[in-house]
């Protein structure tokens, strides 16, 4: 049995998206500061992510769970994740 725990946090976007490159900036910073590790999928080559979140990218999930879209509040991430 695996004891690796899932990242609780999820970060979908596509590259060249600079509103993922700040939302991934703070999603690592918070991450980092609470020991919390993430994972980052791209949309792009997926047309069932695309056509979800085509409008909306970025897009956080925190524990499975839809949390932001466009733009991550540090503050927010922090409480989500219990910190």
Request: charged fraction near 30%.
């Amino acid at each position: 049995m695996n004891d690796v725990a899932a990242p609780r946090v999820t970060l979908y976007g596509r590259p060249g998206c600079h509103l993922c490159d700040e939302a991934r900036a703070v999603v690592v910073a918070v991450c980092a500061e609470l020991g919390e590790d993430y994972v980052e999928i791209s949309i792009d080559g997926d047309p069932e992510l695309q056509q979800r979140f085509a409008h909306e990218i970025p897009v956080t999930f925190v524990d499975g769970r839809q949390h932001d879209f466009w733009r991550v509040d540090p503050a927010r991430l922090r409480r989500a994740l219990g910190g």
